[in-house]
């Protein structure tokens, strides 16, 4: 099966991005980032001078999909698996103007880049986030005036996704989801059905969080 949910054979989680990123693209993954992607250009209308973050990039598939639909992005990931895997998309062309960046917005001593984002997504990635309310407070400093955040997860499971022992969020309710977002200094939020994550055990439905720029 495409081993999206992490667990290992005996059904404990192990995160373990680092050996899975050279086999993470797939078909079913590519197909649902350019479902995302096109999402994202529905909610925040980019143009080619829209700069982006992506936060938890993985390998990239969503900003490749996103393609010249939109302008210069940095993009963050923990994993150094997965920022080689980027680097060699970067390096065949499949990424373009494009910068990759070691960067966990969790720790307090994290330094965060100079610039603003007109667009910031994140895919797949909070619900591995404990220090959510501080990831989410620095996605607000990073926000250009007028920029958009944009959370794709998963909505609430019973826990089957990541299997025994994943210490991480059984994907999110989506008003708490809301509310922990302007807590957290953002204007408002709009939740929408994002499709379907689909694997061997079933399906997992998934929203877009779209959240503006209070000055906006
Ligand atoms: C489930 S994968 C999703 C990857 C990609 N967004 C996609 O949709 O294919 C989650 C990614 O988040 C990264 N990640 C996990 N915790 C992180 C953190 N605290 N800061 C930055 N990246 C993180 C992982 O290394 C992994 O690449």
């Known amino acids: 099966m495409a081993d999206e949910s992490h667990p290992h054979h005996d059904g404990t989680y192990v995160a373990d991005f680092d050996s899975k990123a050279a086999t993470w693209d797939d078909p079913a993954k590519i197909a649902r980032s350019r479902e995302v992607a096109d999402a994202i250009v529905a909610a925040t209308r980019p143009g080619p001078a829209t700069t982006l973050l992506e936060y938890g990039a993985g390998t990239g598939l969503v900003t490749e999909a996103l393609g010249s639909r939109i302008g ?53 990635t909070l619900h591995h986030v404990t220090e959510l309310d501080r990831v989410l407070g620095r996605f607000r400093d990073l926000l250009a005036p007028e920029g958009h955040l944009c959370i794709v997860d998963l909505d609430a499971e019973d826990g089957s996704f990541h299997g025994d022992g994943f210490t991480g969020h059984h994907g999110f309710e989506r008003d708490a989801l809301a509310e922990r977002v302007r807590a957290a200094g953002f204007g408002a939020v709009e939740v929408s059905d994002c499709g379907q994550l689909v694997r061997d055990d079933g399906e997992y439905p998934m929203f877009l969080a779209l959240a503006a720029d209070p000055r906006g």
């Open 72 to 124: 210069p992005a940095v993009l963050v990931d923990t994993s150094a698996g997965m920022r080689d895997a980027m680097a060699a998309k970067v390096a065949d062309g499949r990424l373009v103007d494009v910068r990759i960046v070691d960067l966990d917005l969790e720790r307090p001593d994290a330094v965060l880049p100079d610039e603003r984002f007109d667009v910031i997504i994140t895919v797949l």
